[in-house]
């Protein structure tokens, strides 16, 4: 959770291709993002918070631009996303150097758990980035979704929507073999 030393956020919601998404800044920093999901009583406001200023979605700037850039990934037109500005203040650093691998991860493609873990320098930690990725304030822009069990199966999502809106995300980024079983 981030410290009471932190600035508040400004938070907005915006349609998509998946349905209703928000997103909170702080200064021009994506701090959290929301999927759409499916039950009704988790609305932004409550996943955000209470303190959040809400505003009307912007016109121009870095915030119109994200919020175009991830309306046209989800409408099919891949992009990394790595363009857009992230506040991770208040992330514990295992945290964050996980997010920073998984947001290498290009469009298309997976890592393992335990690739991440390697690549994060905590080889043999696959437990420890699953924890990590489970508690991502930013799934899309940090693409959680782009990280397999080791068979390359899908298992827990802790977005909006569950297993069914990472294999959304997969198939929208036209990513081959997800969730397929391995031979070995």
């Known amino acids: 959770?981030?410290?009471?030393?932190?600035?508040?956020?400004?938070?907005?919601?915006?349609?998509?291709?998946?349905?209703?998404?928000?997103?909170?800044?702080?200064?021009?920093?994506?701090?959290?993002?929301?999927?759409?999901?499916?039950?009704?009583?988790?609305?932004?406001?409550?996943?955000?918070?209470?303190?959040?200023?809400?505003?009307?979605?912007?016109?121009?700037?870095?915030?119109?631009?994200?919020?175009?850039?991830?309306?046209?990934?989800?409408?099919?037109?891949?992009?990394?996303?790595?363009?857009?500005?992230?506040?991770?203040?208040?992330?514990?650093?295992?945290?964050?150097?996980?997010?920073?691998?998984?947001?290498?991860i290009d469009p298309g493609r997976t890592l393992t758990y335990g690739e991440v873990a390697e690549r994060s320098g905590a080889v043999g930690a696959a437990q420890a980035v699953g924890q990590a990725l489970g508690r991502n304030p930013i799934p899309l822009i940090v693409p959680c979704h782009r990280v397999l069990a080791a068979d390359h199966a899908l298992h827990g999502f802790s977005a909006p929507g569950g297993i069914e809106t990472k294999r959304r995300l997969l198939a929208i980024e036209r990513t081959p073999g997800f969730g397929e079983p391995t031979l070995f």
């Open 1 to 104: 959770m981030p410290d009471s030393a932190v600035a508040a956020l400004d938070a907005t919601e915006f349609d998509t291709a998946l349905g209703r998404c928000a997103i909170a800044w702080r200064a021009d920093a994506v701090a959290q993002f929301y999927l759409p999901g499916h039950d009704p009583d988790t609305t932004p406001a409550r996943l955000i918070g209470a303190d959040a200023r809400w505003l009307p979605a912007p016109a121009d700037g870095p915030r119109a631009a994200a919020i175009a850039r991830i309306r046209a990934h989800l409408d099919g037109e891949t992009d990394d996303l790595r363009a857009i500005a992230l506040d991770l203040s208040g992330i514990p650093e295992f945290h964050r150097a996980v997010y920073a691998v998984t947001r290498a």
